[in-house]
Nanobody, 129 residues
Framework: QGQLVASGGGWVLPGGSLRLSCFAS????????MHWIRQAPGKEREGISC????????NVADSVKGRFFVSRDNAKSSVYLQMNDLKPEDAAVYYC??????????????????????WGRGTQVFVSS
């Protein structure tokens, strides 16, 4: 039974950095495109990043472009989100999710609740002074 666990959240000052990790177990993460999705209080879920199964392609949302970077290490069954220059509007619960990828290729960062085979418990990020 597949499971995803996100970690690395916490409180940070504006302009600070955090690195989120997502650990996968119980399924072959190397076959899945991995996503980071966030949800702020009172707002809809927002797709933040995606990275294809082998890491050959990735995308980030326009709202975080140039500040957030996604990577993965399939040998460690892990995906990472490096978040730099954090802003108060980045405060949210961050989730990782896995999308089955039968053919490697480009990935779409857009949130679509019907796409994900596995969805992890989120990690909270606070950004304030």
């Amino acid at each position: 039974q597949g499971q995803l666990v996100a970690s690395g959240g916490g409180w940070v000052l504006p302009g600070g950095s955090l690195r989120l990790s997502c650990f996968a177990s119980g399924f072959g993460v190397q076959y899945y495109t991995m996503h980071w999705i966030r949800q702020a209080p009172g707002k809809e879920r927002e797709g933040i990043s995606c990275i294809t199964s082998g890491g050959e392609s990735s995308n980030v949302a326009d709202s975080v472009k140039g500040r957030f970077f996604v990577s993965r290490d399939n040998a460690k069954s892990s995906v990472y989100l490096q978040m730099n220059d954090l802003k108060p509007e980045d405060a949210a619960v961050y989730y990782c999710a896995a999308e089955w990828e039968p053919v490697p290729g480009l990935c779409s960062v857009d949130y679509d609740k019907g796409r994900y085979a596995y969805w992890g418990r989120g990690t909270q990020v606070f950004v304030s002074s």
